[in-house]
């Protein structure tokens, strides 16, 4: 952890990457690859990383989140539209998985059911409410879009929690 906080990415890899291989099974230590490999800006390794965690822990979530992230950053669009289905198995009311699976929808029709699940999950989440506008004006559902937009600008101003159909 020395090696972290003095801000030797490369050197801590090292260290990380002996450990995972004399314990395949160390999620932990698997973690602190990802979290590394980020930082070093090496997508590929995350993304190997993140399927060693799945492996040890198929039901891991957060694991599925960063993989369908990563995916979607190196333009495997069709695949991480596949993770972030299966991340969204394990926990559903995680927000930023429904935002990545409008961000992945082919139609703006078809990308308005995770956006608005999306901000009923999370009503404070400005980005989904903003999404679900512009989904609904894409599809020429202006009145509902700017319902949406209106909503996040109320929010915005008053700091207000209420759900949208009560602004």
Aim: charged share 20%; hydrophobic share 40%.
């Amino acid at each position: 952890m020395a090696l972290l906080q003095g801000n030797r990415l490369a050197d801590a890899r090292s260290v990380f990457e002996q450990v995972c291989r004399i314990d395949k099974d160390d999620v932990n230590s698997w973690i602190c690859l990802v979290q590394i490999n980020a930082q070093l800006g090496q997508p590929g390794r995350v993304e190997q990383c993140c399927r060693e965690i799945i492996r040890i822990q198929l039901d891991s979530h957060e694991a599925h989140y960063h993989l369908g992230c990563v995916l979607l950053f190196q333009g495997k669009q069709a695949e991480a539209t596949v993770v972030f289905q299966r991340a969204t198995s394990l926990k559903s009311d995680h927000a930023p998985t429904h935002m990545q699976l409008g961000h992945l929808s082919v139609s703006p029709a078809e990308a308005r059911r995770p956006y608005q699940e999306a901000a009923r999950i999370a009503p404070g989440f400005a980005d989904a409410r903003a999404a679900v506008g512009t989904a609904f004006a894409s599809g020429g559902r202006v009145a509902e879009a700017a319902s949406g937009k209106r909503c996040v600008s109320i929010r915005l101003c008053t700091g207000s929690t209420a759900p949208c159909s009560s602004l």
